[in-house]
């Protein structure tokens, strides 16, 4: 999924609006620069402020609140566009006829925003930026400009140790609604789809692994999908979270020893169903332990 690509304009002989980024991927709570470019109509504008915005495009359920703009997803399909972030770039100017002007930002990225590139290569998610200038009470706005995101080195880390162990990538996408019991902020959040290796291909159909980034850890949550039981036919899904700093475990294991823990202790707990806890009350974002820390749900 993509989105439309072209400047914005607006109204009849008025100014025209593009976003600019500047070259490369960003990462979850890194900066985000570039440049809103005006270009002054027939008329003079004034512009009472420059807003830019962060899009998504997300999966919805039929029916499901908060879907974002309505109509703005392909027909058919299921999506809607959501804003997941809002910043003030620019003050009130005058935009004369015919004039051009930049207004340049920098903006930090919320922790959870998805990644849509691994090892440079799209995950086919759409995220992008787009200028909303107050032009004498206009509110339109700019089509977005793709947004690049790459992993922070422990989400790559993860996913790497997740392919030395077997597993492959099969599918990555946008869900809205939240994880209960966790720190998510956003309204919305990436599920990433993965086969299972061949030691867990007789227990496992499916592994959907999410990323639940704040400044100094990574949350993981494990959604386990049996291969033949209970999730296959409406059943409960088993998931399991897990907390690592950024740097990493802590001591002598290395990540293909922690992630091969951490898919063990989800098989297992998909097999015995032993934790009654259940997601459903959004709590802070955790604080980052000294040492990996682990909490299995069944919901």
């Given at each position: 999924?993509?989105?439309?690509?072209?400047p914005?304009?607006?109204?009849?002989?008025?100014?025209?609006?593009?976003t600019?980024?500047?070259a490369?991927?960003?990462?979850?709570?890194?900066t985000?620069?570039?440049?809103?470019?005006?270009?002054?109509?027939?008329?003079?504008?004034d512009?009472?402020?420059?807003?830019?915005?962060?899009?998504?495009?997300?999966?919805?359920a039929?029916?499901?609140?908060?879907?974002g703009?309505?109509?703005?997803?392909?027909?058919?399909?299921?999506?809607?566009?959501v804003?997941?972030?809002r910043?003030?770039?620019?003050?009130a100017?005058?935009?004369?006829?015919?004039?051009?002007?930049?207004?340049?930002?920098?903006?930090r990225?919320?922790?959870?925003?998805?990644?849509?590139?691994?090892?440079?290569?799209?995950?086919?998610?759409?995220?992008?930026v787009?200028?909303?200038?107050?032009?004498?009470?206009d509110g339109d706005?700019?089509?977005?400009?793709?947004?690049?995101?790459?992993?922070?080195?422990?989400?790559?880390?993860?996913?790497?140790?997740?392919?030395?162990?077997?597993?492959?990538?099969?599918?990555?996408?946008?869900?809205?609604g939240?994880i209960?019991?966790?720190?998510?902020?956003?309204?919305?959040?990436?599920?990433?789809?993965?086969t299972?290796?061949?030691?867990?291909?007789?227990?496992?159909d499916?592994?959907e692994?999410?990323?639940?980034a704040v400044?100094d850890?990574?949350?993981?949550?494990?959604?386990?999908?049996?291969?033949?039981?209970?999730?296959?036919?409406?059943?409960?899904?088993?998931?399991?979270?897990?907390?690592?700093?950024?740097?990493?475990?802590?001591?002598?294991?290395?990540?293909?020893?922690?992630?091969?823990?951490?898919i063990?202790?989800?098989?297992?707990?998909r097999?015995?169903?032993?934790?009654?806890?259940?997601?459903?009350?959004?709590?802070?974002?955790?604080?980052?332990?000294?040492?990996?820390?682990?909490?299995?749900?069944?919901?």
């Amino acid at each position: 999924m993509v989105f439309k690509r072209q400047p914005g304009s607006l109204g009849v002989g008025g100014p025209t609006v593009d976003t600019v980024l500047d070259a490369g991927a960003v990462r979850p709570g890194g900066t985000l620069s570039g440049r809103v470019e005006l270009a002054g109509g027939t008329d003079g504008h004034d512009v009472e402020q420059v807003v830019l915005e962060l899009v998504a495009r997300v999966e919805t359920a039929p029916g499901e609140p908060g879907a974002g703009e309505p109509g703005s997803g392909e027909p058919g399909d299921g999506a809607g566009v959501v804003t997941f972030g809002r910043y003030p770039v620019g003050g009130a100017f005058r935009l004369a006829a015919g004039e051009r002007r930049e207004v340049p930002f920098s903006v930090r990225l919320p922790w959870e925003t998805p990644v849509t590139e691994l090892r440079g290569r799209p995950l086919g998610l759409a995220l992008g930026v787009r200028a909303e200038p107050a032009a004498g009470g206009d509110g339109d706005r700019s089509d977005p400009a793709p947004l690049r995101v790459a992993p922070l080195p422990a989400q790559e880390a993860v996913l790497e140790a997740f392919e030395q162990l077997g597993f492959g990538l099969r599918s990555a996408g946008l869900e809205h609604g939240r994880i209960g019991g966790t720190g998510q902020r956003l309204p919305f959040r990436q599920e990433i789809g993965l086969t299972p290796s061949a030691r867990y291909a007789h227990q496992l159909d499916e592994i959907e692994l999410t990323f639940l980034a704040v400044p100094d850890a990574l949350e993981v949550v494990l959604e386990t999908d049996k291969r033949g039981g209970p999730s296959s036919g409406g059943g409960h899904d088993a998931l399991s979270r897990f907390t690592v700093p950024h740097t990493g475990p802590a001591g002598p294991q290395d990540w293909d020893d922690l992630v091969d823990g951490w898919i063990r202790e989800s098989v297992e707990h998909r097999e015995s169903y032993d934790c009654h806890a259940v997601f459903g009350h959004e709590s802070p974002a955790p604080s980052p332990p000294s040492t990996p820390s682990a909490s299995s749900t069944e919901v």
